[in-house]
C-alpha cells in the first residue's frame, strides 16, 4: 500500500490535500472524536454533561457569551500556540519536488496549514476559521481578523471580560465558524475559497491528480465524501490516512496509521526513487 500511494505521489501533477481534525492530532491538537474523545480534551464539558454539539452552537453567543467565548477563546489560544507537525512539510516538499499545482481543503478551523506556510489563496475552510470574527446578530456583512486576546477560567471554561465587540452594534461577536444549527454564519469568505477551489479542479483537469485525505472522520464526512467525489475524476487516486477508519474502496488506497507516521513511511519510498 505505502509503495502504490510513493507511486502515485511521484506522478502527480496536482496534489488535493483533504484534512479533518485528524491532521492536527500528532501536533498535540485533540480531535473530537465520539463523546469522550471530546470530554477528555475538555473535562468541564463532561462535568456538565455538554456534548460537542452543544457546546458549539451560535446561541451562546447571545444567552451566555462567556461560556460561549469559554469554549471558542480557549480554542484560540491553543492553535495560536501549535506548532505544526513535520507531516505539514513532508506534503509541501511532494508539491515542490514534482513543480506542482495545489489545494488544501479542510473542514479544521484551526489555520494550522497557513502556519505551515501555505498560500492563503489555495486553501479552502469549508467550515470557516477561527482567526476571523463577524458579528453574531449579522448587523453587517463584515468579517475580520481575529487579534483578539482571550482570558479562559479552565475550570469553569468561562471566559473573562472583556470580550470582543462588533466595533457597528456592540453586541459580543463570535468566530467566522458553522456551528451546529447556525442560521447566522457569513459564508463569503469560505464561498470565495470554494470559487478558486472549482477554478483550481477545472484547471487541472486531464491531468494526474492525487488527493491526500488525512484524519478525516466518519460522523461528519463532508471532507470524506469530497475526497470521493474527487476520486470519481479520471487520473485521480485518493490515498487515505486515518488511524482508525482507514477505509477506501480499491483503486484508491487506503493507510491505516496516524497522519505523520503514514507521511514518513511514504516519504522515505518517495525519496527514494528520487535519489
Ligand atoms: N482542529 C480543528 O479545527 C477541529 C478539531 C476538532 C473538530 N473540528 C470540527 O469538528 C468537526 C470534526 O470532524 P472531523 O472529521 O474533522 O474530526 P473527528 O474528530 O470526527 O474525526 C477525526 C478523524 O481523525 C482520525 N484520527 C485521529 N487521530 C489521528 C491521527 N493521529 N492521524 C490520522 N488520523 C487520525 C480518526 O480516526 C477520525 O476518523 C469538523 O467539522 C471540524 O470543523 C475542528
Ligand atoms: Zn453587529
Request: net charge positive; glycine share 8%; aromatic share 12%.
Amino acid at each position: 500500500m505505502h509503495e502504490r500511494a510513493a507511486s502515485t505521489i511521484r506522478k502527480a501533477e496536482a496534489f488535493i490535500i483533504t484534512a479533518g481534525a485528524g491532521m492536527g492530532v500528532d501536533s498535540g491538537l485533540p480531535d473530537f472524536r465520539g463523546e469522550h474523545g471530546f470530554w477528555n480534551a475538555y473535562p468541564a464539558y463532561a462535568r456538565l454533561g455538554l456534548s460537542f454539539a452543544e457546546c458549539a452552537t451560535p446561541q451562546h453567543f447571545s444567552n451566555d457569551p462567556h461560556f460561549a467565548w469559554g469554549f471558542y477563546g480557549h480554542r484560540t489560544n491553543l492553535y495560536r500556540n501549535t506548532i505544526p507537525h513535520d507531516g505539514f512539510y513532508i506534503l509541501r516538499k511532494w508539491i515542490e519536488r514534482n513543480n506542482a499545482d495545489y489545494f488544501v481543503v479542510t473542514s479544521n478551523v484551526d489555520g494550522q496549514f497557513q502556519k505551515a506556510g501555505y498560500a492563503d489563496d489555495r486553501i479552502y475552510e469549508l467550515h470557516g476559521s477561527i482567526h476571523w470574527l463577524q458579528c453574531q446578530a449579522r448587523c453587517n456583512n463584515a468579517i475580520w481578523s481575529n487579534e483578539e486576546v482571550f482570558l479562559v477560567d479552565e475550570t469553569s471554561m468561562r471566559a473573562r471580560d472583556p470580550l470582543p465587540l462588533c466595533p457597528k452594534c456592540g453586541k459580543v461577536c463570535r468566530p467566522n465558524i458553522f456551528m451546529f444549527g447556525d442560521w447566522s454564519w457569513l459564508q463569503e469568505r469560505s464561498r470565495a475559497q470554494s470559487s478558486a477551489f472549482n477554478l483550481f479542479l477545472r484547471k487541472n483537469t486531464g491531468r494526474r491528480k492525487a488527493v491526500i485525505e488525512i484524519g478525516a472522520g466518519t460522523a461528519i464526512p463532508t471532507i470524506r465524501s469530497l475526497s470521493e467525489r474527487i476520486g470519481w475524476k479520471k487520473h485521480t487516486t485518493v490515498i487515505r490516512i486515518n488511524s482508525r477508519e482507514p477505509l477506501i474502496r480499491s483503486p484508491h488506497i487506503s493507510i491505516p496509521s496516524g497522519a505523520l507516521e503514514g507521511l514518513r513511511c511514504i516519504d522515505e519510498l518517495v525519496s527514494m526513487k528520487l535519489m
